[in-house]
C-alpha cells in the first residue's frame, strides 16, 4: 500500500531565504507527482508536476525533483516571500488515485 | 465553468442529520474524484467517477456516505446520519478522464467545510 510523508510539519523562516521540502513515498510504481499548495479557505493550486520519466520541473522560484528508486522528492523554493506561506502538499499518482502527504505547513516571515 | 465548483462553501449541522454536498466539475471533464481532508491530516480518496459511473467506491467510509453524478456533470456527495467525525473539508476534483493515462491532472474545487455539531 502506497504511503506519503512529508518531513517537516510546519517550517517557519526568515524572507528572502532558499529553502526545502522533503516528500517520500514507500511505492516506486508510481505515474507522476505533483506538488500542490493550499491556502486556508481555498482550493488546491498545483505547482509543478513531474512525470515517472522526469527528474525534475521548474516553475519560477519552484524546483521540484523526484528520485523515484529511492521513493523522494524535494521541492525547492529560492527567495522566500511571505506570499509564500501556505500548506504544501505532494501526492503521486497511483492509477486513477492520488495518494497524499499530510503537508508541511509554510510561515516565511517578513 | 471555468473551474471546478462546489456548494455549499460552509455547512454546519447537527449530529444525526443528513447533508448533500454539491461539485460542478470543468466543463468536458469526464472523470471526477471526491476527497476528505480532516484538519491536520492528508486527503483521503473516498470515490471516483468514469461519466455516470463509479468503478471505485472503496474509499466511503461507511455506508452512511453515497454518491451520484448525472449528466456526466454535477456529482452530489450525501452523508446520512452525521457524526462529528465526519466534519473535515470535503473536496472534489476532476480531469480530462480517469484511468491510467499519466498526463490526466486533476483541478480541484475550493472544498466544502461540514462541521458536524
Known amino acids: 500500500k502506497q504511503e506519503v510523508t512529508q518531513i517537516p510539519a510546519a517550517l517557519s523562516v526568515p524572507e528572502g531565504e532558499n529553502l526545502v521540502l522533503n516528500c517520500s513515498f514507500t511505492d516506486s510504481a508510481i505515474y507522476n507527482l505533483q506538488w500542490f499548495r493550499q491556502d486556508p479557505g481555498k482550493g488546491l493550486t498545483s505547482l509543478l508536476l513531474i512525470q515517472s520519466s522526469q527528474r525534475e520541473q521548474t516553475s519560477g522560484r519552484l524546483n521540484a525533483s523526484l528520485d523515484k528508486s529511492s521513493g523522494r522528492s524535494t521541492l525547492y523554493i529560492a527567495a522566500s516571500q511571505p506570499g509564500d506561506s501556505a500548506t504544501y502538499l505532494c501526492a503521486v499518482k497511483s492509477n486513477y488515485q492520488l495518494i497524499w502527504g499530510a503537508g508541511t505547513k509554510l510561515i516565511i516571515k517578513p | 465553468g471555468a473551474g471546478v465548483s462546489q456548494s455549499p462553501s460552509n455547512k454546519v449541522t447537527e449530529k444525526g442529520k443528513d447533508v448533500e454536498l454539491r461539485c460542478d466539475p470543468i466543463?468536458?471533464?469526464?472523470?471526477l474524484y471526491w476527497y476528505r481532508q480532516r484538519l491536520g491530516q492528508g486527503l483521503e480518496f473516498l470515490i471516483y467517477?468514469?461519466?455516470?459511473?463509479?468503478?471505485?467506491k472503496s474509499g466511503l467510509p461507511s455506508d452512511r456516505f453515497s454518491a451520484e453524478r448525472t449528466g456526466e456533470s454535477v456529482s452530489t456527495l450525501t452523508i446520512q446520519r452525521t457524526q462529528q467525525e465526519d466534519s473535515a473539508v470535503y473536496l472534489c476534483?476532476?480531469?480530462?478522464?480517469?484511468?491510467?493515462?499519466?498526463?490526466?491532472?486533476?483541478?480541484f474545487g475550493p472544498g466544502t467545510r461540514l462541521t458536524v455539531l
Open positions: 466543463s468536458g471533464h469526464t472523470a
Open positions: 476534483a476532476s480531469s480530462f478522464r480517469a484511468g491510467l493515462a499519466i498526463n490526466n491532472e486533476q483541478f
Open positions: 467517477f468514469q461519466g455516470n459511473s463509479a468503478p471505485d
